[in-house]
């Protein structure tokens, strides 16, 4: 074990370069979140070119690798708006998933049945109003599950935001592979401290599910 006295004595490193990457994980999923909420509801509106501007947002920043859509948002929005590896990253990230995050949430709020809805209007509701008060709650329980999953997702890609110059948890991990020359102790350590910051996501799946599923 005394190979990995290194990860004890790089502590201070591993904590600040995990906050970077944490800090990073929440901005974009707030991001992500955001617009994809936005993409969702102009997905469903009755005006086209809503819809269409929502389903050609989708389609491009899906079928791009995350890895693309973070060298255009770093090397070319960055470089034009001055941005830092970090704002770059958020960006970049919350781009990319705000593509997924849309066809999560547009999907629960479809599952929820049509009488709701009528309902609503039938009571002199606004759209806004039960929108915000009855359909998405109701469809949240929808989407719980996969949006789980992909926030998963994009926790480990926050690992590619490495190759803009963000030192986060990988990029720090690999400067500090390549000069004490241990690079196994240093990536083992790295890869534990993923496995720990997803499996918290994982677990709190089920506390979001049981949570939301008091409020049926």
Not at 19 to 44: D, E, K, N, P
Not at 64 to 93: C, D, E, K, R, Y
């Given at each position: 074990m005394g190979?990995?006295?290194?990860?004890?004595?790089?502590?201070?490193?591993?904590?600040?370069?995990?906050?970077?990457?944490?800090?990073?994980?929440?901005?974009?999923?707030?991001?992500?979140?955001?617009?994809?909420?936005?993409?969702?509801?102009?997905?469903?509106?009755?005006?086209?070119?809503?819809?269409?501007?929502?389903?050609?947002?989708?389609?491009?920043?899906?079928?791009?690798?995350?890895?693309?859509?973070?060298?255009?948002?770093?090397?070319?929005?960055?470089?034009?708006?001055?941005?830092?590896?970090?704002?770059?990253?958020?960006?970049?990230?919350?781009a990319s998933s705000a593509a997924y995050k849309a066809e999560i949430i547009r999907a629960g709020l479809l599952a929820v049945d049509r009488g709701q809805y009528e309902a609503s209007e039938a009571l002199g509701f606004t759209k806004a109003h039960y929108m915000r008060r009855i359909i998405i709650p109701q469809g949240i329980r929808v989407m719980i599950p996969n949006y789980i999953s992909n926030s998963t997702l994009l926790l480990k890609s926050t690992s590619l935001a490495a190759v803009i110059g963000l030192t986060e948890l990988t990029g720090r991990s690999r400067q500090l592979a390549n000069s004490t020359f241990q690079p196994i102790e240093i990536l083992t350590a790295a890869g534990v401290i993923y496995l720990v910051a997803t499996s918290f996501l994982t677990l709190s799946q089920g506390y979001f599910e049981r949570h939301f599923e008091l409020k049926r």
């Open positions: 190979e990995f006295d290194i990860v004890w004595r790089s502590r201070a490193i591993f904590w600040n370069a995990s906050w970077v990457t944490i800090q990073v994980f929440i901005l974009s999923l707030i991001l992500a979140t955001a617009v994809g909420l936005g993409l969702a509801l102009m997905r469903m509106s009755g005006f086209r070119i809503l819809r269409w501007l929502s389903a050609t947002f989708v389609w491009v920043f899906r079928g791009m690798p995350a890895l693309v859509i973070l060298f255009f948002s770093f090397f070319w929005l960055g470089n034009n708006l001055g941005w830092s590896p970090f704002q770059s990253a958020i960006i970049g990230l919350g």
